[in-house]
C-alpha cells in the first residue's frame, strides 16, 4: 500500500466522530494500534488534542480525557518509543484490563512554590449531564498521585495509584501532582455532554465540560 493511502487511513481513523466507546471491539482495537504505532507524529498529535482540556489555572493546569480506545493508542504509542512494533491486540487487551470500559478524567496540578500540603488535596469530581440535569455515574474511584519532581513531557497522564509517600529522605517539596477520577464508561451516554465539577468540599474549584461525540 503507497505511503499516503496508510497516511490517509490512519488519520481517518483518528478523526472521524464515532463518540464514545467504553467496549472496543477487534476493528476499534485496531484502529487504536494502527494510531499509536503510526509513524507520522502528526496523526497522533490530531487524534490527542481533543482529549485535552488546557485550564492554566491555578492549580490546575489542564485536563486529560482517557478514553478505552485512548488507553490503547497510548500503550501502543509507548511500546513503539520503546521499539516494540509486535504489540498488538492480545496485548492491547491486557492493557485494558482490569476495567476495561473505565474512562478517566486526569486533573493535572501544579502547587505554589511555598505550599504546605503533604499530598494532594482531596479534590472530589462530580459529573452532571447536560441533557438531564442530574448527576451521571459517580466516579468508582478517586486516585491522587503526587509529583516531586518536574512533569516529564508527553501525551500520556502519569501513571496513577494510591497516594505514594515522599520519596526516601523526603527532601524534595511536593510540586504538584494528579487527581484521577474513574468512570464506568458503560453508564455514560457515548454523545452526552457533561458538565464536570471539580470540589473541594463544598467549593467548586473548577467547572469545565466535555463533549463526549468527537471522543472514541
Known amino acids: 500500500m503507497h505511503r499516503f493511502l496508510v497516511t490517509a487511513l490512519l488519520v481517518a481513523a483518528a478523526t472521524r466522530p ?3 466507546e467504553s467496549r472496543l471491539n477487534a476493528a476499534s482495537l485496531q484502529d487504536a494500534l494502527g494510531i499509536g504505532q503510526s509513524r507520522v507524529a502528526s ?3 490530531r487524534f490527542h488534542r481533543p482529549y485535552r482540556i488546557n485550564v492554566g489555572r491555578g492549580p490546575i ?3 486529560e480525557i482517557v478514553t478505552p480506545f485512548r488507553r490503547v493508542v497510548m500503550a501502543a ?3 513503539a518509543r520503546l521499539g516494540n512494533r509486535f504489540f498488538g491486540q492480545r496485548e492491547a487487551i491486557a492493557a485494558l484490563a482490569p476495567s476495561p470500559s473505565d474512562v478517566d478524567i486526569v486533573i493535572e ?6 505550599n504546605n500540603y ?3 488535596p482531596s479534590y472530589d469530581v462530580q459529573l452532571i449531564s447536560r441533557r438531564a440535569r442530574t448527576p451521571a455515574a459517580s ?3 478517586i486516585e ?4 516531586f519532581g518536574p512533569r516529564v513531557p508527553g501525551t500520556a497522564p502519569p501513571s496513577t495509584g494510591p497516594q505514594a509517600a515522599n520519596p526516601p529522605g523526603g527532601s524534595l517539596p511536593l510540586v504538584g501532582g494528579s487527581v484521577t477520577a474513574k468512570v464506568d464508561g458503560t453508564r455514560l451516554d457515548p454523545r452526552g455532554v457533561y458538565d464536570v465539577l471539580v470540589l473541594d468540599g463544598r467549593t467548586t474549584v473548577l467547572e469545565f465540560t466535555i463533549d463526549l461525540t468527537p471522543l472514541r
Open 118 to 120: 503533604v499530598g494532594v
Open 18 to 20: 464515532l463518540a464514545l
Open 61 to 63: 493546569d489542564f485536563i
Open 43 to 45: 496523526v497522533r498529535e
Open 109 to 114: 496540578l501544579t502547587f505554589h512554590p511555598l
Open 139 to 141: 466516579p468508582r474511584t
Open 144 to 147: 491522587r498521585m503526587p509529583r
Open 77 to 79: 504509542e509507548e511500546q
